[in-house]
């Protein structure tokens, strides 16, 4: 038996699959139109993005705190608030913008390998980065029971041994459908798949880093993306000075000046999808758990790639569209997603004791244990309210 069932706060992941699902949109859209080599600019605008929508966050719920406070007193009303003093913090204030530093270097390093190695691939699979993406499930998974040294229950290893196998037959599939040539050779492929590991690799870093702050020092999600955005903007501007996107830009003004204007309007949608992206990126992680804000990004994948072999001409196999290549993908693609909706919850098995650990199933066995309780306690007071015992 299979119930599918609804989490509080359910909105914020929603938010973070439509403003992700845009997002690759509009970069698709960038991409088709103009052709151009300043993926520096993207990596800088993220980082502006993230910046600009956490401080907006940020000072908002500050001021709307404080007006709540000054109204209340004005009201007469005692309002005691719990400050950072009365809430035992594991980290020095030193240790925590250290910990912010190495998620924006995590985010950064992730985001280079994205936009500059790993497009140096250009004659594999456009949507293969996105089909492993349940690589990243579970490394956050091992990180948070190993690292954070958080449980993880029976349902949930369940679902990571489905996920690793779905990946080990993409994996497969991908060698045996690849065009292997003198373009790309097995041994390019292999670095690929290495280079996409250590992408998910710091991908999962920066998950875990972030979740720690937001556990363990119980810090705004809104100002932690403030920071990052700050400091990512800064190793980006640093690394512009080694790689200077100006000449590109140049170009592509002189190559495309007739649409220019609407690609910096793109451009600027672009940043603010990535605002909008990361921010409720970091509240479905603080909310929820790395694995829920990895599973918001990766469920729209099967609808991603079906567009991809509509409008980019993916899954090419022997010089022509292979159907075959693309249906076990798809079907391999919805079963990550669903093994990922069943490790989050979403999905519950009532089967092999899949249900038990469950956070709604344990709600439901407290909720029975104290009605059993309270009539316990009724049963042993008479008629007159005298007790029996």
Partial sequence: MIRF??????????????????????TEIIDKIFVFDIDLIYTLLMFLGEFSFGAIAYLYQKQFLEKKLNENKSAGKSVKLITNNQI???????????????????????????????????????????????????????????????????????????ISICLIIILITEFIFQDVDIFLKYSDFILLIFFLLIYQFFNSLLDLTEKYLFEYDYLNPFKVLMLEGFFGFVLSFIYSIYINPIPSIIKCYYDNSGKFVYLVLLLILYMILSGFKNAFRVLTNKIYSPM?????????????????????NDFISNKKRNYFYFSINLFLTIIISFSGCIYN???????????????????????????????????DVDDDGNSTL
């Fill in 345 to 379: 919850e979403f999905v519950i098995l009532f089967c092999c004791e899949l249900n038990y650990e469950t956070h709604q199933e344990i709600s439901l066995r407290a909720a029975l244990i104290k009605a059993d309780q309270e009539l316990y306690r009724i049963s």
């Fill in 88 to 162: 035992k913090i594991y980290d020095s204030k030193c240790k925590i913008y250290l910990l912010i530093f190495f998620a924006s270097l995590f985010d950064f390093i992730e985001f280079i390998l994205c936009t500059y190695l790993l497009i140096k691939f250009f004659k594999y699979s456009v949507s293969f980065q996105k089909r492993i993406g349940g690589i990243l499930i579970i490394l956050d998974a091992i990180f948070y029971r190993y690292l954070l040294k958080l449980q993880i229950f029976k349902h949930q290893i369940f679902s990571l041994i489905i």
């Fill in 5 to 26: 069932t609804s989490r509080p706060n359910i909105k914020y992941l929603v938010q973070l699959i439509i403003w992700s699902f845009i997002r690759d949109v509009e």
């Fill in 292 to 312: 829920a804000a990895t599973l918001a990004e990766y469920l729209y994948n099967p609808l991603y790639i079906i567009l991809t072999l509509i409008v980019k």
